[in-house]
């Protein structure tokens, strides 16, 4: 026999999740981005060594407000023109709304994750411009051998009203690794110094 607290317990998150299903499908990609990309900012820096004392917050916060107010936006934008354009979901249309992402919203995507974060970072519009020069080309080039397959099944079988959650969820690795490409540079330069220094 279930506790009745056990069985109110079920029944609030059944409700939850009853209501968060409700909710618009950009009101739904900006709460999971909020959520996801500060969480994969915080899974590289574990990967770095850090722990909860020691973990960059202002970096996740970034993280945050980059991927809620701009990353889903934009992909929920993205996708809604997508299924104008090709309404059909199969394995041939899944095929070409991932390849035309890849030469139309994989490379803005990428860029403005560099310039976004170098700003909110309040580096100058130059280092901004500076850092994705450096970094675009390696990580676009990543992006190739990963997205166009996830986003084959995303357009031919997952619903369109769930698109942009399925992609924030396959996309806690992608940032993962946009994090560890971020702060890429940072721990060369940590690096030299330490060497430097011995």
Same mark, same amino acid.
């Given at each position: 026999?279930?506790?009745?607290?056990?069985?109110?317990?079920?029944?609030?998150?059944?409700?939850?999740?009853?209501?968060?299903?409700?909710?618009?499908p950009?009101?739904?990609?900006?709460?999971?981005?909020?959520?996801?990309?500060?969480?994969?900012? @915080?899974?590289?820096?574990?990967?770095?060594g850090r722990?909860?004392?020691?973990?960059?917050?202002?970096?996740?916060?970034?993280?945050?407000?980059?991927?809620?107010?701009?990353?889903?936006?934009? @992909?929920?934008?993205?996708?809604?023109?997508?299924s104008?354009m090709?309404?059909?979901?199969?394995?041939?249309?899944?095929?070409?709304?991932a390849?035309?992402?890849?030469?139309?919203?994989?490379p803005?995507?990428c860029?403005?994750?560099f310039?976004?974060m170098?700003?909110l970072?309040?580096?100058?519009?130059?280092?901004?411009?500076e850092e994705? %020069?450096?970094?675009?080309a390696?990580?676009? %080039?990543?992006?190739?051998?990963?997205w166009?397959? @996830?986003?084959t099944?995303?357009?031919?079988?997952v619903?369109?009203?769930n698109?942009?959650?399925?992609?924030?969820?396959?996309?806690?690795?992608w940032t993962?690794? @946009?994090?560890?490409?971020?702060? %890429?540079?940072?721990e060369?330069?940590?690096?030299?110094?330490?060497?430097?220094?011995d």
């Amino acid at each position: 026999m279930v506790p009745a607290s056990v069985r109110l317990l079920q029944s609030s998150l059944a409700r939850w999740q009853q209501g968060v299903q409700k909710i618009h499908p950009m009101t739904r990609g900006v709460l999971t981005y909020a959520v996801m990309w500060p969480t994969g900012s @915080l899974i590289q820096q574990t990967m770095e060594g850090r722990n909860l004392r020691t973990y960059d917050w202002a970096r996740a916060m970034r993280f945050s407000i980059f991927g809620a107010l701009y990353v889903a936006p934009t @992909l929920y934008g993205w996708v809604r023109l997508s299924s104008v354009m090709w309404p059909q979901t199969n394995l041939r249309i899944g095929v070409i709304k991932a390849m035309v992402e890849q030469i139309s919203y994989g490379p803005f995507a990428c860029a403005s994750f560099f310039f976004g974060m170098s700003l909110l970072e309040r580096k100058t519009f130059t280092e901004a411009i500076e850092e994705v %020069k450096e970094k675009f080309a390696p990580t676009y %080039k990543v992006g190739i051998c990963v997205w166009p397959f @996830l986003q084959t099944i995303n357009f031919s079988v997952v619903p369109e009203h769930n698109r942009v959650v399925f992609v924030s969820i396959c996309s806690l690795i992608w940032t993962c690794f @946009l994090a560890y490409m971020k702060t %890429k540079e940072m721990e060369h330069a940590i690096q030299i110094e330490a060497e430097t220094n011995d």
